[in-house]
């Protein structure tokens, strides 16, 4: 996915003033230079800003959560390593390491939710669209999962994504409209 500079800066300085999900010192291993760089990382929704230092105006980088998955590493350094793995193939490795336990639990924890709530806030919507599909069509909706079956789940590995929950959330509820539309038309011939 190509990210435009310009909307990226103003949502990581403009934010309306709300404070970042998770922000700290992490240490980051470059591609091209295979020892850790400390860098200050700032976790605002799926997004993950990382800084040369904590007061910077412009991000080094960003990471982009969707689809990803955050896994804990062994490291032979005396760190507590995790990797970033882009779900895509060929996608992306990104290897971090927080220099305390309580720091790693933190940052497992909200890049994990990360994810989950980002997926969160767009099957919202969704549901809300497939419950009035359902009415409309005079069919009973199927339950969705309980909240609290969703919200234990993030130690397991994230879903494949939005684009499969759309793409399911669709097919039933161009059913629906199918079968809604055959009814208006037995209907329209009953009374016609």
Same mark, same amino acid.
């Given at each position: 996915?190509? %990210? ?7 949502y ?13 010192? %992490?240490l ?15 976790l ?28 804990p ?7 507590y ?37 980002? %997926? ?32 234990? %789940? ?39």
């Open positions: 996915m190509k %990210l435009h500079r310009k909307p990226v800066l103003s990581f300085r403009g934010t309306g003033g709300r404070a970042p999900d998770q922000e700290g010192i %992490l980051k291993k470059g591609t091209r230079n295979p020892s850790y760089q400390r860098r200050w990382f700032i605002r929704g799926n997004l993950l800003y990382y800084l040369e230092h904590q007061g910077d105006r412009s991000p080094l980088g960003l990471i982009l959560l969707d689809n990803c998955r955050v896994e590493r062994a490291s032979t350094s005396g760190l390593a995790f990797t970033i793995l882009a779900s895509a193939e060929g996608g992306r490795c990104y290897k971090l390491a927080a220099e305390t336990k309580k720091d790693f639990d933190n940052w497992l924890q909200a890049l994990v939710w990360a994810g989950w709530s980002q %997926l969160w806030e767009l099957l919202q919507p969704l549901q809300e669209q497939y419950q009035r599909v359902c009415q409309e069509a005079g069919v009973e909706p199927r339950s969705p999962p309980q909240e609290e079956i969703v919200l234990s %789940l993030p130690c397991s590995p994230a879903p494949s994504g939005f684009p499969e929950l759309h793409q399911r959330f669709g097919e039933e509820i161009q059913a629906l409209a199918r079968s809604r539309a055959a009814r208006r038309q037995v209907d329209l011939t009953e009374f016609g």
